[in-house]
Structure formats: C-alpha cells, structure tokens
C-alpha cells in the first residue's frame, strides 16, 4: 500500500466524494435560478418591454432595423420622438427602409410609401404598418413586443 | 333597453314630422308617393334636393294643372341629354359642392368619353349618362357599399351595358369582357377576395372620362398601381418601340381584362411571341429566368431549413431576420425583371443566394453546438452514476458499523 492509500481511508474518500457531488449539485441548481433573476436586470423593466440600444445610437431623423421576438422592428428617431413599427410591408411583406431624406417608409418591392406614424402615403399596401410603444428610459431605448 | 325604445320613437316621431312635412309642402307627392318611397334613403333626399329640382315644375300648388304648368320649368321625365345637364348643373358648381367635398369636374370629364361624345355630340341616346350608374330616385353616395358605383359593384353596372350582346356588336365592342375580368387576378382579388384597392373598371377607363386607354397611356395606367414595375420599364430596351407606338407597354405580355398572376411561364408564352428562340434577346429571357428561379428554390431551401430547425428547438430568430431579407431580395426582383437587365437581376440573386448561405451555415453551426451539447451530457451521466454508487456504498458502510455496534 502506498502513502496515500494508508492516510486516506475509503471512509474519507467517498465523504470526499460525496460532499463534492452536492456541491457541484447545489452549484447546478443555484445557475438556472441566476439566470432566471438576471435578465430582469439586464434587459429592463417588467411588462415586455425590451431594450433594444441607446438614445445616441439613432441620430435624429435616423432608423435603426432590429429584430425583437421574432419580428423585424424599424425604429425611427423624429423630433417629436422614437416610434418604431413593424419593418414588413402589409403588401407581400418586404422589408421597409426609412428614407430621411423624404421623411418616409418605404418599400423597395413595389413602391409602398407609408408616413412617419407608420399611415399608407401610395402604393399597394392596403393597411397601415402596426406600431409598437416605444419608452426611453435613462437613455435606453425600450420597445414593448 | 328603456333607452332604446325612447330613441326609437324619437326617430319615428321625427321621420313621421319629416314625412308630413314634406307631404305638405311637396304636392307631387300626392299622387306620385311610390317615387318619393325610392327617393327617402337617397343621399340627395338627405339633403334636400326634391323632385323639382330635376324635373321642375312648382311643387306648392296643390292643382296638378298650376304645378306642371310649362311656365314652372316642368319637364316631366328628362331624356338622356337633359340628364347630363341637370345632374352637371348642381354638379359642376362649385360653390353647391364645396359644401360636400365633392369634385365638380364630372360633366366636364363626361363631354370627353365616348359616352358623353356619343350622347351629345352624335344624340345617340344607347349611351350610358348619370343615371345609368348611378341610378335616379335612390342615388347613393360612392362609399356605400348598396350603391351601384361602390368599387365592389363596379364591374357588375358596367355589365349591365357592356355584358349585353346585341347592344355591343352595335358598337363593334366585346361583350364578354366581364366573364374574362371576373377570371383575372384583379377579377378574382376584386369578387373573391373583396380587396377594393385593386383595379376594376374604372380605375383603368376612367369614370365619368371614359375612353379605353391608348396605347401609349397604357403604362400610365397599370403604372398608377405597379410603379416598380412601370420605372423599371422604362429602363428597359422596350422603352424605345413602345415609344414608337410599336409596342403595347404592359398588354403586350400581361393581356389587359384578363390579366393573370405573372408567373415563370410567361417567359415562354410571351417572350416568343416577337423573339425567335435561340436569339440573343431570347437567351437574355432565359437567363433571367434561371436568376427568377434559383433565388425563389433559395428562399424556399432556406425557409425550409429554418422551419425544420425551429422544429428541432433550436433558436432561429437571427435565421428568421436573414431569410426576412431573403424574401425582400426575391420580391425586389419581381418588377426589376422589367428592366431585362439580367446583371441587375443577378445583383439581387448574389444577395439572396448570399443570404440563404449564410442561414445554411448559421443553422449548421447551432446543430454542431447542439451535437456538442449532447456529447457533454456523458460525463455527467457519469458523474451521477459515480455519485450514486458512492452513497450506496456509504450507506451500506453506516449500515455496516450500526450492525457491528448494536
């Protein structure tokens, strides 16, 4: 028998064992219960709203594309405010641009025009572009999907 | 439901004043209540336009002889011309219909169709006039979805004259175009689907300016609804012989009444129609189709590849944004294939193909990441087992000196 085998019993080696299988248990355990409470935190208030940039990231008269829950968001920065709408045209569901120069949604597929609050200006599309609420909160941008 | 019993007698009470008002001082109504029966729910009833305004005659003399005496204005039942003109009248007055919001243009557009050229200019009295569409004694306004000339209803009172046989091949016009539009995508859009913003009747023809359009308006008018497709058009090498009068603009290869989805085969049905097969323009056709074709078996491999992926639970949310732009790529391309341009065309094809790449090695990396995660699993099926037989043995020890001491 070596030194090991004589100073260590196979009564301590398995509460060595075991102690170190409920801890790393425990420590399993303890993650997805982490992981449930962090994103509250991170990703902003309750009630679905979801931050999605800072305020600095959109210049006014600017746009930002971003996809939230599945669906593609346009988000658009007015002097009045942010307003974000859904970036799939109503007519056979092209991806909208915003155009700053003419201050207007656009869509490249068949020359759908919509207005800054998301109204149909011409063109195909038959219903305006469903909008979403938009909070900014200590420079963070939120929208609730 | 108190309330609404009191609001309903409120409303007959007034109707019945209404009515024994206009008895009283409308003494046509006396013999002639029938009419006033079909005129009581007409927009121009509502307002307070009464029989004398289009038929004359003075209706506060109670003896028939006073009230249609000629000197009264009385003209009994107008004829067509007289139609125009006393509609026009009230119509094209502009402070009468500022009130409404409506246009005053109507007689002046009439004077330039064929139907109002026809009518008076050539006295031919087969022609539709005003009340034609819109009807006499229950004119509507154009929202209400009862009124004749309600887009919805649009094609069926063109029908009315236009469907019927005899009085057509008097004028050398088809009267089977109703039966071809009905079988149309705008037909099918329009009747089936009840979609009002596609094209009926007038909104190719016109209204109350009625001419079929030339040959060189026909890209102004499908290009009021498909302005893509008409600007790109105009890029393409058809431009110049339609600029000539040589080519029909859109009908050339669409048809006009019956207009059909555009599909793929319309590169093989229409296309020969001027091009032989194996001539260059006729090669450019087929290139662009193979463009057409490869990016739409793209975006359906890539939304296959994404659907089967979020079956499997994998998180799919950028996917779904790539195969988004994917999609907006093989639209686009739809009307830019009017520019017979196959290097612009294939501009659009590398980005689909591009896209559906990318959601291809996207989708193949998460599977790898998937795979991974199963083969971690291992050595932690054997860390519990490990952990299992150490507590048995340990159990079986405590047991052991519990046994040795009792």
């Known amino acids: ?145 | 439901m108190k309330i609404f019993f009191i609001i309903g007698a409120f409303f007959i009470l007034i109707t019945d004043t209404t009515w024994a008002q206009t008895q009283e001082s409308n003494s046509c109504l006396a013999c002639h209540d029938d009419y006033w029966q079909e005129m009581k729910g007409s927009v121009h009833a509502q307002q307070g336009i009464s029989c004398y305004h289009c038929h004359g005659g003075d209706p506060t003399k109670a003896d028939q002889e006073s009230a249609k005496d000629p000197a009264t204005g009385y003209i009994g039942i107008p004829d067509k011309q007289q139609i125009a003109n006393i509609c026009g009248g009230c119509h094209s007055d502009v402070e009468k219909m500022n009130f409404y919001g409506i246009r005053t243009d109507q007689l002046a557009r009439y004077k330039t169709s064929h139907h109002g050229k026809k009518l008076l200019l050539g006295n031919d009295t087969r022609v539709a006039v005003c009340s034609d569409c819109h009807g006499y004694h229950d004119v509507l306004p154009v929202s209400d979805p009862n009124s004749p000339v309600y887009p919805l209803n649009v094609p069926k009172t063109c029908n009315r004259c236009h469907g019927n046989e005899k009085l057509m091949s008097a004028y050398h016009l088809p009267a089977d175009i109703f039966k071809i539009y009905q079988n149309s995508v705008h037909g099918k859009a329009l009747l089936e689907k009840k979609d009002l913003s596609v094209a009926n009747c007038a909104s190719c023809h016109g209204s109350h300016g009625a001419v079929p359009p030339g040959v060189k308006d026909l890209g102004a008018t499908c290009g009021k609804c498909h302005i893509n497709e008409k600007k790109y058009f105009l890029e393409s090498v058809h431009a110049k012989p339609m600029g000539q009068g040589k080519f029909s603009e859109c009908i050339s290869c669409h048809s006009n009444h019956g207009v059909q989805p555009a599909t793929e085969a319309l590169f093989q049905q229409a296309c020969v129609k001027c091009h032989e097969a194996g001539s260059p323009a006729f090669k450019e056709g087929e290139k662009i189709l193979r463009l057409l074709s490869g990016a739409k078996e793209h975006l359906s491999k890539a939304s296959g590849i994404v659907r089967q992926a979020s079956i499997e639970g994998i998180f799919v949310e950028d996917e779904e944004a790539i195969l988004e732009e994917v999609k907006t790529h093989v639209v686009e391309m739809e009307p830019l294939q009017h520019t017979l341009s196959s290097e612009k065309i294939s501009q659009l094809y590398e980005k689909a193909q591009q896209g559906a790449d990318e959601i291809k090695n996207s989708i193949n990396e998460k599977r790898q990441s998937l795979k991974w995660r199963k083969i971690t699993l291992i050595p932690l099926w054997i860390f519990i087992v490990v952990i299992s037989i150490a507590l048995l043995l340990r159990f079986k020890e405590l047991k052991h000196h519990k046994d040795k001491g009792s």
């Open chain 1, 1 to 145: 028998m070596d030194e090991f085998s004589q100073n260590v019993s196979r009564r301590d080696f398995l509460g060595w064992l075991i102690r170190g299988g409920l801890m790393a248990t425990l420590v399993g355990m303890l993650a997805p219960a982490l992981t449930y409470l962090w994103p509250v935190t991170r990703q902003g208030p309750a009630g679905g709203m979801k931050e999605i940039g800072s305020v600095e990231e959109i210049p006014v008269g600017g746009s930002q594309k971003v996809i939230v829950g599945g669906s593609a968001i346009l988000i658009i920065r007015t002097v009045q405010g942010f307003k974000a709408f859904s970036a799939i045209c109503t007519h056979l569901g092209c991806l909208v641009d915003w155009d700053e120069k003419k201050q207007e949604i656009i869509c490249p597929c068949h020359a759908g025009l919509f207005d800054k609050e998301g109204q149909v200006v011409s063109g195909p599309p038959s219903r305006p572009l469903p909008s979403y609420a938009v909070n900014v909160i200590d420079g963070k941008i939120y929208i609730k999907v």
